[in-house]
């Protein structure tokens, strides 16, 4: 039945592409891919002018090379503005805008956008959940919404020639 596949294409929420950025291995393993810690960088695909990274845990060894482990529920995320910020569509709070999945099966990290109106600030939070337990671990990043102003042009930073004496 291809329509499953299909279906469930269509019902996933919209959600940035990442980069990834680098990663660090944190335990060796005989067989199969080193555990690491993977940094991945996205844009707000709502909000041009705001990047976020990301860095979670990515089991190795041959069940995590073969996509069969578990990964940990340890994520971070930094969010910055780097550019003007433009909303480009209605915001919700709450709304996905990056995922990953962490297990093969009901297991994702990801980063959910609410905006503070009060104090002007966007604010991302990063968790794993799971279809019966998910996990309380969490981090989160704001970002102030403020004009964007353009970097003053950088001044020469060669010296004139010595003069005669």
Known sequence: MRIVP???FVFLPFAAAAEEVGSVD????LLGANHKIVIEAFDDPKVSGVSCFVSRARTGGISGSLGLAEDTSDASIACRQTGPIEVTGELEDGE????????????RVQVVRFFDETRNTLI????SDKL?????KNAISAVVVRPWA???AVASTASAPP???
């Open 6 to 8: 299909l279906l469930a």
């Open 96 to 107: 996905e805008v990056f995922g990953r999945r962490a297990s093969i099966l009901f297991k």
């Open 132 to 136: 019966i337990d998910g996990s309380p």
């Open 26 to 29: 944190t335990a060796f393993k």
């Open 124 to 127: 991302y939070l990063t968790y």
């Open 163 to 165: 003069a005669d004496e």
């Open 150 to 152: 353009e970097a003053p």
